[in-house]
T-cell receptor, first 118, second 113 residues
Framework: GAVVSQHPSRVICKSGTSVKIECRSL??????MFWYRQFPKQSLMLMAT?????????EQGVEKDKFLINHASLTLSTLTVTSAHPEDSSFYIC??????????????FGPGTRLLVL | QQQVKQSPQSLIVQKGGISIINCAYE??????FPWYQQFPGKGPALLIA?????SEKKEGRFTISFNKSAKQFSLHIMDSQPGDSATYFC????????????FGKGTRLSVIA
């Protein structure tokens, strides 16, 4: 299967600072990437859909000025949590699709990034 | 409004037994139904997926059964093993996966020896 990486895997930051999370598709080109947030023992909640070269589409209730998404290339999308607060502490996971691949509807998930805001 | 309802919330199965997880959906426009397995601290991994044009799909010990008229689909894990202990999520999407996945709430499976 396709490989999606995330960096960093874990980050601790102080309240008020910004944190950038990278999501890379390693062996395929991803025209669409998705960002999810997952709280302990809960399901994945879609935050936004990121399309290469265009603005991200945010889900209702997700602050676009707080969660900045940039999909500058076909293999990289970044999520920046600006002015982070303790309630932003969560597990952030990205996924990517490769429409050119057989079964192109498949979303491949990254390993996730654990964010802890103190 | 929860578009994909998953049950049970948790499940304990004896080693060698069959694990069964059920999901029901509301949106008849959904046409792609994957199941994901997630271990603690890891991202979800695709297990198996099905489209509505077939009623069953089997890959190794994992089988999806799909009932279009009832808008239900289920995951069967045959010969369950302790290594299968994880959280399982069903999901659905429209337009052949071009739209984001809608996830169920997850089922925490424990396979005991």
């Amino acid at each position: 299967g396709a490989v999606v990486s995330q960096h960093p895997s874990r980050v601790i930051c102080k309240s008020g600072t910004s944190v950038k999370i990278e999501c890379r598709s390693l062996d395929f080109q991803a025209t669409t990437m998705f960002w999810y947030r997952q709280f302990p023992k809960q399901s994945l909640m879609l935050m936004a859909t990121s399309n290469e070269g265009s603005k991200a589409t945010y889900e209702q209730g997700v602050e676009k000025d707080k969660f900045l998404i940039n999909h500058a290339s076909l293999t990289l999308s970044t999520l920046t949590v600006t002015s982070a607060h303790p309630e932003d502490s969560s597990f952030y996971i990205c996924s990517a699709r490769d429409p050119a691949r057989p079964g192109g509807e498949t979303q491949y998930f990254g390993p996730g990034t654990r964010l802890l805001v103190l | 409004q929860q578009q994909v309802k998953q049950s049970p919330q948790s499940l304990i199965v004896q080693k060698g037994g069959i694990s069964i997880i059920n999901c029901a959906y509301e949106n008849t426009a959904f046409d792609y139904f994957p199941w994901y397995q997630q271990f603690p601290g890891k991202g979800p991994a695709l297990l198996i997926a099905i489209r509505p044009d077939v009623s069953e799909k089997k890959e190794g010990r994992f089988t999806i059964s799909f009932n279009k008229s009832a808008k239900q689909f289920s995951l069967h894990i045959m010969d369950s093993q302790p290594g299968d202990s994880a959280t399982y999520f069903c999901a659905a999407s429209r337009d052949s996966g071009n739209t984001p996945l809608v996830f169920g709430k997850g089922t925490r499976l424990s396979v005991i020896a």
